[in-house]
């Protein structure tokens, strides 16, 4: 009985893995879509509740903060080419809020996005590198992520 009752639960425990697979990719799809935890729940036929929990355990960080980094990610990108002003890339990221994009991208980056777009105006660091470098070399860091590594 134990056997079937381990395998039921590891079974169970894979289902809610591709499950939480489909939400992060859909956050990685349709991050300037307007998307909110309840409505990614209720597509994956599940609590709001029990998806931030789960999302959390596997991912290391909330559906939401997943998708703000995805949308400063992708911000940033656009800066970099710069030919976008700071409020067009805070609604094509599908941010509604220029404060709030403003506040998250501080948070993440360490510096506000138009101090971000003058400096890599002055210094294009990035320039002549592979788009896959590019993305790794200038991927977000939270602030106690920065510490943290800081620290080791």
């Known amino acids: 009985m134990s056997n079937v009752t381990s395998s039921s639960a590891a079974e169970r425990h894979l289902s809610d893995l591709a499950r939480l697979r489909r939400v992060r990719d859909r956050i990685d799809r349709e991050y300037a879509q307007p998307l909110n935890v309840e409505a990614l729940a209720r597509d994956a036929h ?3 509740g ?3 929990r789960e999302f959390r355990r596997a991912y290391g960080e909330s559906p939401y903060s997943y998708l703000m980094t995805r949308r400063i990610e992708r911000a940033m990108a656009l800066l970099r080419r710069g030919d976008r002003s ?3 890339v805070c609604f094509e990221v599908g941010c509604s809020s220029l404060g709030t994009f403003s506040t998250r991208f501080t948070e993440l980056v360490g510096i506000p996005p138009s101090a971000y777009r003058r400096q890599v105006e002055a ?10 470098v590019v993305k790794q070399v200038t991927r977000p860091i939270r602030n106690q992520e920065a510490r943290t590594r800081g620290r080791s």
Not at 123 to 132: H, I, N, Y
């Open 86 to 88: 700071v409020t067009e």
């Open 123 to 132: 210094e294009p660091e990035t320039e002549g590198m592979p788009s896959c």
């Open 50 to 52: 029990h998806l931030s």
């Open 46 to 48: 599940i609590s709001a």
